[in-house]
């Protein structure tokens, strides 16, 4: 069964610019979580999604957006990049709701860099 | 605000020894746990974790003590190998809700295990 899959890998942009991330979760799976991993804070949750919908969001500015498509792919946006959007940006998919913590895998991220 | 903290943002050990590293928590209410390895280029991969009814968990050359008066808990790596040289997370799911997303993490140590 292939994993979590996160496009594009590495990304440079520039101030101003806007972004937007792909992750495609494992077959079957319906939910995907967001984190963003910088060197100062670690892993920060961004939002959850499951089924299309917006479950949870954590306390990230507007210009942080996502969605979910009806086959569980989803994206997420980021609108006028700040240099401090550098990060990894890591995705995690499970096949529920209510499954179990260590059922949910994590992509390899898209390494973002802001110029 | 920073749940799970990981003051230790390295740790070096040599081979065939034993690997300690600290995760504190704030939140009281935290009833499970989890540690997670991360190796460059990687997503996080689930490691080991205990929920709050229980003081230790193993697994294999992994274990995970709780120690819930001091809201502190601690992996145990023995013997240390080099293979486990890798960024390690320590994580709490949010308390409440049946939505799995968004876990606390703290911000890592990054174990080196020399030969």
């Known amino acids: 069964k292939a994993g979590v899959t996160q496009t594009p890998r590495y990304l440079i942009k520039t101030r101003g610019q806007q972004v937007t991330l792909s992750c495609s979760p494992i077959?079957?799976?319906?939910?995907v979580s967001w984190y963003q991993q910088t060197p100062g804070q670690g892993l920060q949750f961004l939002f959850e999604y499951f089924s299309e919908t917006q479950r949870n969001k954590g306390n990230f500015p507007g210009r942080f957006s996502g969605r979910q498509f009806s086959n569980s792919r989803s994206e997420m946006n980021v609108s006028t990049l700040e240099l401090g959007d550098s990060a990894l940006y890591l995705c995690?998919?499970?096949?529920?709701?209510?499954?179990?913590?260590?059922?949910?895998?994590f992509g390899p991220g898209t390494r973002l860099t802001v110029l | 605000d920073q749940q799970v903290k990981q003051n230790s943002p390295s740790l070096s050990v040599q081979e065939g020894r034993i690997s300690i590293l600290n995760c504190d928590y704030t939140n009281s209410m935290f009833d499970y746990f989890l540690w997670y390895k991360k190796y460059p280029a990687e997503g996080p991969t689930f490691l080991i974790s205990?929920?709050?009814?229980?003081d230790k968990n193993e697994d294999g050359r992994f274990t995970v003590f709780l120690n819930k008066s001091a809201k502190h808990l601690s992996l145990h790596i023995v013997p240390s190998q080099p293979g486990d040289s890798a960024v390690y997370f320590c994580a709490a799911p949010r308390v409440g809700g049946s939505t799995l997303g968004r876990l606390y993490f703290g911000r890592g140590t990054q174990l080196t295990v020399w030969p």
């Open positions: 077959s079957g799976h319906r939910s």
């Open positions: 995690a998919s499970s096949q529920g709701e209510f499954s179990s913590y260590n059922e949910q895998f």
């Open positions: 205990i929920s709050s009814i229980k």
